[in-house]
């Protein structure tokens, strides 16, 4: 089926590029993580189909926010196609500033995209960003120190086993910390796993009012779970570890578990680049005892096309490759299934291969528990897991990270961080109208 799918879809760009020859090159944003770096060592195939060059921008997480939404917002040109996720997508398609994806080939296959990422990416139903991958998160652990601590990791654990297990496999002397979690400042940084584990403790952004809630007790026992459970078993420095500088401690085997997306779960069991790479288990997300919601989030990183580009097109084939089954059959006749985008295409967890990986099952059980409607214990008036899908929550989330790293680099305390985060984000709000 794959391979058929390759060959129509490489028959398909070749006659489109007949029709396109004037096009120069595409200039992509994108973000510095491993299947992105990976895509761009197959874009040669792209241009070889096609004609079209590519020229990519790639940046750090945070970075590439900035850059694409100052350039969105200024219709600034700078980029063909930028790599935007489902905080961003709704948001700027119901504003006009981006390319609606209709008009996709039949091959290209717009329904099997896997629905809780095709609703994340719309507005009014209409598809504005399509997914390279889609990811939950998740637990992952090695089970050779779980072992060892004579600790056996649940299905689906609590944040008080995960303490207890970090303590037991923290091992100073030979630089193996319990547990590694994002610390780094940034709304889809840090701030993305702290919104979870508040969520996962009770906590919320806002209550149905739209009034700020940190000056609640749910925020408190969240962040202070946290940062002391960080203090006993963290690595040092863990106020600027993102996504990133997190893979690299686990996969040098500095790591215990590690809390975060699921699409990790490809680079930490590649033996290419991992050293524990046959000692990895998976788990769901955590939750507090008694707690009816998990520390997991829901995301995508996806290609859109900003309004106004001159390359068109261009930008719509160079996404219907990147997104395609072709794509994914290529990668895994080259590096293996265990390797391909996991977590956009209903069709790739039907496929016997993919099903035999280890995290395979787990990764789509993570995204499928996922509710962005419901994200909360209590009633809220917004959509989103590790985001409130607002224009106005990336400014005042990234002021609240700063102020929650700071506790963790040890600059003020706990409460003096709720205090300052409960000031800007009713400030922020009130002025914004709300």
Known sequence: MYLKNALRAATALTVAATASAHAQSLTIATVNNGDMIRMQGYTDQFTEQTGIEVEWVTLEENVLRQRV????????????????????????GANGWLVPLTGLSDDYDVDDILPAMRN?????????????????????????????AGLEMPDAPTW???????????DRDNDINGICLRGK???GEGGAF????????????????????????QWKEALSFFVDMMAESGPAGYATNGFNENLSLFQQGKCGMWIDATVAASFVTNPSDSTVADKVGFALAP???????????????????????QQEAEAKQFIEWATSKAYIELVAANEGWANVPPGARTSLYETAEYQAVPFAQKTLDS??????????????PYVGIQFVAIPEFAGIATQVSQEFSAVYAGQQSVDEALAKAQAITTEEMEAAGY
């Open 69 to 92: 939404t100052t350039d969105i917002t200024t219709k600034g040109g700078q980029f063909d196609i930028m790599t935007i996720g489902m905080y961003e997508t709704p948001i700027w």
């Open 160 to 170: 008080e086993f995960i303490r207890e297990a970090a303590a037991a496999m923290t």
């Open 367 to 380: 995204i499928n528990a996922a509710d962005p409607t419901n994200p909360t214990v209590d009633p809220v």
């Open 120 to 148: 994340g990416l719309s507005h009014d139903g209409t598809l504005y960003a399509a997914p390279f991958y889609g990811e939950s998160s998740m637990v992952m652990y090695r089970t050779d120190l779980m072992e060892a």
């Open 185 to 187: 400042a940034g709304w």
């Open 287 to 309: 939750n507090k005892d008694g707690v009816d919601r998990r520390a997991n989030w829901l995301w995508a990183w996806a290609l859109a096309i900003p309004a106004g580009t």
């Open 194 to 217: 702290i919104t979870v584990t508040g969520n996962s403790f009770g906590a919320r952004w806002f209550d149905e009012d739209w009034k700020a809630q940190f000056d609640q007790p």
